[in-house]
């Protein structure tokens, strides 16, 4: 597991992000909020499974909601009809991304 600063950093980082993603795919509010949770949680007990040397933190982060919500829709029998277009369609990031060694020390914050 990781340290909780490090969660919250990365929380503040993708949380926006992660959180639009799963609006964008579930049919509900309520299913996104769950989902985001869902993939918070998982983050913390697969922190130190994080590899940045196979991508970075945003990327591994917004794969888990992405699978999250699709696995949610798939469980509803709701996922054709908005795989289609919703998983292509990133939305915008608010920030400038982190420089590559922001990131990997990002990374290993987690892994702490």
């Known amino acids: 597991m990781g340290n909780p600063q490090a969660m919250r950093d990365v929380y503040a980082r993708c949380g926006g992000r992660c959180f639009a993603i799963a609006l964008r795919l579930l049919p509900t509010h309520a299913d996104a909020e769950e989902v985001l949770q869902e993939t918070f949680l998982e983050v913390w007990r697969r922190a130190r499974e994080f590899n940045p040397e196979r991508g970075g933190?945003?990327?591994?982060?917004?794969?888990?909601?992405?699978?999250?919500?699709?696995?949610?829709?798939?469980?509803?029998?709701?996922?054709?009809?908005?795989?289609?277009?919703?998983?292509?369609?990133?939305?915008?990031?608010?920030?400038?991304?982190?420089?590559?060694?922001?990131?990997?020390?990002?990374?290993?914050?987690?892994l702490a």
């Not at 699709?70 to 996922?79: E, H, P």
């Not at 277009?85 to 922001?102: F, H, K, M, W, Y």
């Open 57 to 110: 933190l945003e990327a591994w982060v917004t794969t888990i909601v992405r699978t999250r919500a699709i696995d949610r829709l798939r469980a509803q029998g709701t996922a054709a009809r908005v795989v289609e277009g919703a998983v292509q369609q990133e939305p915008p990031v608010s920030a400038a991304p982190a420089a590559p060694d922001e990131a990997v020390s990002q990374g290993r914050h987690v």
